[in-house]
């Protein structure tokens, strides 16, 4: 077995997809291929999305890795591609198309030991301890890597702490976005959650909703029923030179109260009191009011400009996406920019403002129009080039409308969730439900050490947060 500082790797092997019976082909067919699009294929240069569920209560009811290991297997079943990998072909010579073969060669599954680790370790510190990032599988790789090395596009860890058990999924971001993640995992935590009661049945009813995969809604916009050919002759040529490690950043974790956002959202919108007639959201004053205090944290120069950027869904703004669709569908559309000065001088509503106006300039004709040029001028999202931008920023990703604290697999709700080391930079910021509900959300933040110290003594940002436990 292999070490990894306090965690220990038990072993390694994968998962196929298991099928109802009336499902299983007699001689299997060749496999498909889903054609991916460029919402799909622009993510391919990011690194997995890594997101895990703190269990304590698992821990004694024994058995665990192996129910854990069975109910992916029948989640797998479910959301069949993604026990496949990425495969290139080229269509011409310097022309390289990326599919995701639909081969069920399966998930990767890892069961690791950490002895040495409480589940207070992980949920009850304000900063995030570095032992975390050893929960997560499939560390360091780029979506396109998945397609040179053949690698999984999915790979779920279970790491057993001292009272606790740590459940973790890495997910290929070329394939699925942060919606199609916690889908798939809250399928695989009921299938789980069901089969503790004895029941095995791979055809079982859920409340998790079917997967959809067709991309034909695409169909008006770019040319996703063959794969669309890219300029480069390999993938390295696509993902370009690789750049060192972001500088080192430090972790913590925010749990705003519900009361504590109402009193946000109260205090924006009776600034806007005369000024306008928007409304501004819950989500809306947290991200102001982080925005501002991270200006604070940095000691930026008054004239000095700070950027937000913002990811946006377009389930339920795009027409003809359907809410279970397991794919990409989400745009880095909303930035906005202020100097450091006006945005802490004006106030938590002007900053929450410029949020909710970047958001709102969202329109759907410019999204398939970009969707339709996509294929001639292609271009990837790439971090490094970020913050080679704005070099000031905050980014933000995931939602509060994800269930993650719903994701019981059989030994009661998580406690806490987190994120693994894929994609961490300065100003990152990934937003959660609350463990309570009811309006309640949660801030894990990623800032240089010496601004995150700054951020979390900052009585008036602080003074929303409850304290950790």
Known sequence: PRSTGDVRIVSRRMIRPSLPPEQRPEPEPEPESIHLTPWDL????LEYIQKGVLLPNAIAAGGVVERVASSLARALGRFYPFAGRLAATSPQPQSLAISLRCSGEGAEFVHAVAPGVTAADVAASLYIPRVVWSFFPLDGLLGADAVAGSRPVLAAQVTELADGVFIA???????ADGTTFWHFI???????????????DDDVVISAPSPVFDRQWFLDSCPVPVPIPLP???VEDMVGKR???FPPVHE???????????ELKAKANAEMAGTATTTISSLQALLAHLWRAVCRARRLAPEQKMAYYLLVGCRGRVDGIRASYAGNAVVAHASTASPAGE??????AWAAWLLNRAVASFAEASAREKLARWPLEPSFSSLPALVATARAMVLTGSSPRFDVYGNDFGWGAPVAVRSGPANKLDGKATVYEGRGGQGSMALEVCLAPEALARLVADEEFMSAVATPG
């Open 42 to 45: 622009r993510m391919i240069t």
């Open 169 to 175: 999924m890495s997910l290929n971001h070329g394939v």
């Open 186 to 200: 809250n399928t695989w935590s009921e299938l789980s959650r069901r089969s503790v009661g004895g029941s095995s």
């Open 232 to 234: 480069f002759g390999t």
């Open 243 to 245: 750049v060192p490690q």
């Open 252 to 262: 913590c974790f925010l749990h705003f109260p519900a009361e504590r956002v109402k």
């Open 343 to 348: 945005i802490l001088g004006r106030g938590l």
